[in-house]
């Protein structure tokens, strides 16, 4: 009988993530013009260009006006947060260091959606913040004057926003205050992370070694 000689064949297979880049954070300030007003992002891996991103706001729930602003045409790396703000005023005096864009898409009150958009897919939307078709003042989800900012580890939503991924500040915890490390309910900025040993989010999904068997040749 003759013998047959195998050899085995091992492949790394991973999985895209569902998002480079995620909502981590919206904010409604107590500076003059209800500032800063704005949203924070975080790379899950590393981006050439957040160019191939956008954000638009969804103002009392009218519903989505797509992509209003494209991000800058800059690199970011994973693990980093980038800025979006409405005004350069009043941003850098209440968190001590300048935003990472101005738009005036950002500029919303406590009670607005906010969707961010895959530029490189049809403008798709790939996370949001909030319902585009409610106003949401008095729902679980208000940020006025205050702030709301997602949960470790979750990753874009798709579109379909869950309040319960979310920890609020209730409405008018920043009132009155005039700098983020001096308020008594301090907007966790750049504290979103993904928990330890999960790297789900990380640029892929690592499923590890695919191994079979092959007859040689």
Known sequence: MKLLSLFTLCVTLTIPS??????????DGPLSGGRPKGVELFATADIVSLSNF????ANNG?????????????????????????????????????????????SINGDDAIEL????????????FGD??????????????????????LPANGGTFDA????????????GESSNAD????????TWQIPEPTSAL?????????CFLRRKP
Do not use: H, K
Request: no cysteine.
């Open 164 to 175: 319960a991924n979310w920890t609020f500040s209730g409405r008018d915890a920043l009132d």
């Open 132 to 153: 585009i078709g409610t106003d949401g003042s008095g729902e679980p989800w208000e940020y006025t004057d205050g702030w709301a900012y997602r949960a470790n580890g």
């Open 18 to 27: 569902q998002g480079a880049l995620i909502i981590t954070g919206v904010f």
């Open 62 to 106: 009218g519903g989505t006006d797509g992509a209003e602003f494209f991000l800058p045409d800059q690199p970011l790396s994973a693990g980093q947060f980038f800025y979006v703000a409405s005004s350069d005023i009043g941003f850098e005096d209440f968190f001590g260091f300048p935003a990472g864009a101005i738009s005036n898409a950002l």
């Open 183 to 190: 308020a008594a309910s301090p907007i966790p900025v750049g």
């Open 202 to 210: 990380l640029g892929a999904i690592g499923v590890g070694l695919l």
């Open 117 to 128: 958009f895959s530029a490189s897919a049809g403008e798709t939307v790939i996370d949001v």
């Open 54 to 57: 956008a954000v638009g706001s």
